[in-house]
């Protein structure tokens, strides 16, 4: 069964930094996009920033230039670094990915757990 897992999040004050990991576990023949969402209380769960595995990235506007999501070699982690922290930026993270199982060769979307990153003012 695949996983993912994040780690990383935390308390940070405003202006501050966080690095977010998500690793991907299980029988994986290759997974296509990977991606960051945040739920705040009462929001909607929402888009923070995707890359696909060729490396191209997707941003909400509301965090572009301050995070950078990427992957890792192995192509089975992606990460988030989010400088200049702001309090709107208060959620709980999931980690997304697109993955294509090797066993079937079918693909799914899966989802981490989440961790909760918490920026103070």
């Known amino acids: 069964q695949v996983q993912l897992v994040e780690s990383g999040g935390g308390l940070v004050q405003a202006g501050g930094s966080l690095r977010l990991s998500c690793a991907a576990s299980g029988i994986i023949f290759k997974i296509n996009a990977m991606g960051w969402y945040r739920q705040a209380p009462g929001n909607r769960r929402e888009l923070v920033a995707t890359?696909?595995?060729?490396?191209?990235?997707n941003y909400a506007d509301s965090v572009k230039g301050r995070f950078t999501i990427s992957r890792g070699n192995a192509k089975n982690t992606a990460y988030l670094q989010m400088d200049s922290l702001k309090p709107e930026d208060t959620a709980v993270y999931y980690c997304s990915g697109s993955v294509v199982d090797a066993r079937t060769y079918t693909g799914r979307d899966y989802w981490g757990q989440g961790t909760q990153v918490t920026v103070s003012s």
């Open positions: 890359i696909t595995s060729g490396g191209s990235t």
